[in-house]
């Protein structure tokens, strides 16, 4: 059998099926990013806050608390995301319905603060210790040798002896 | 060191004295805000009722009690029309939730929307219902923390804008 010049040995459709099949999983990965996730009701329980507990929805079981699980039932029935749905319920009944603060405005705060205290505590303890390693180097009395009078070992040896030479 | 634990120990005194501060006391201010109108049509504030008696009253669609004082309210309002006005506050409530309500009751005085609570919470409101008379300075006259359980239990709550004083066994 005489192939062609160029053609590739073996089965000559087995590398266009694969980049085909590749083709087909990468356009499968980008809907599926595209594709908004569904949500559910323990996700979103989680993350909102029963409107006259002051607990979780997840953890109550109030009147009010039933009346919002079904507000967002009926969301999620709509195909709303998490977000949507987040924003339905700060639309009825305010920003403190979320039980994390948002990310924007005055909320990042919430975020800000406490990683600037980190970062300032970090900053200070570093400069404590610098500070106390500086004082115990150079207050904690002389070195080894600082009290050596000129000279080396035998100097000091004739020394010394001198001084009890009867 | 010393600072801070003093600062922390006045911070949780502090915190403590203002939870125990309990409601409203009759003959003080009653907050004002302005809010939006259930049906969504503009907003007002119980200051636009200046120079006039109100009864505020403070309710949620989701709260059986004021399920069971409507009835009662919507009879006062319409027999003391012109000498009492009476304003809803509907407060932590889905707002289709709170319209069916008002439409099921046929409930038709003005009604002011606080959706996150926080009017409420000014008022110190310690649940639903609760029912606030404002005299026509802004002061509270009377409050009744529960519902009301008929016409006479409105009429006898809201005895001062009517000459007399209030009566403490309301709806009993």
């Known amino acids: 059998m005489r192939r062609r010049p160029g053609s590739t040995p073996g089965r000559p459709g087995a590398g266009r099926l694969v980049a085909l099949l590749l083709v087909a999983l990468i356009g499968l990965g980008g809907t599926a990013l595209a594709a ?14 029963c409107p006259i507990c ?15 699980r079904v507000f967002i039932r009926e969301l999620i029935d709509q195909g709303k995301t998490k977000e949507e749905i987040k924003d339905a ?5 305010g920003g403190q319905v979320l039980a994390m603060p948002e990310n924007r405005g005055i909320d990042t705060w919430a975020y800000l603060v406490p990683a600037i205290g980190l970062g300032l505590a970090a900053v200070g303890v570093v400069w404590t210790v610098v500070r106390w390693r500086r004082r115990r180097d150079g207050g904690e009395g002389p070195e080894p040798g600082d009290d050596e009078e000129p000279g080396g070992d035998d100097d000091r040896l004739d020394r010394d002896m001198a001084r009890f030479d009867l | ?35 939006p109108t259930l049906p969504p049509e503009g907003e007002f504030s119980i200051e636009d009722y200046r120079g006039q008696w109100v009864l505020l009253n403070i309710w949620a669609s989701w709260c059986k009690p004021c399920r069971a004082e409507s009835p009662a309210l919507e009879e006062f309002e319409e027999k003391h029309r012109g000498k009492v006005a009476v304003l809803g506050v509907n407060t932590r409530d889905l707002s289709d939730d709170a319209m069916k309500f008002l439409r099921e009751y046929e409930i038709g005085y003005p009604q002011i929307r606080d959706a996150s609570g926080d009017y409420a919470d000014d008022l110190k409101a310690t649940g639903v219902p609760e029912s606030l008379l404002i005299d026509p300075e802004g ?32 709806g009993s």
């Open chain 1, 54 to 68: 002051g607990t979780l929805l997840s953890l109550s079981h109030a009147p009010a608390a039933e009346r919002q």
């Open chain 1, 89 to 93: 319920l700060v639309a009825e009944y």
């Open chain 2, 139 to 170: 002061k509270l006259a009377a409050h009744y923390p529960g519902p009301f359980r008929d016409l006479a239990g409105v009429e006898d709550f809201a005895a001062p804008a009517f000459g007399g004083e209030p009566i403490e066994r309301l």
């Open chain 1, 36 to 49: 908004p996730a569904q949500t559910s009701l323990p996700e979103i329980e989680d993350e909102v806050m």
């Open chain 2, 1 to 35: 060191m010393a600072v801070a634990v003093v600062a922390l120990l006045g911070f949780l005194t502090w915190g403590l004295v203002k939870k125990g501060d309990g409601g409203l006391k009759v003959g003080q201010p009653v907050p004002v805000a302005t809010l």
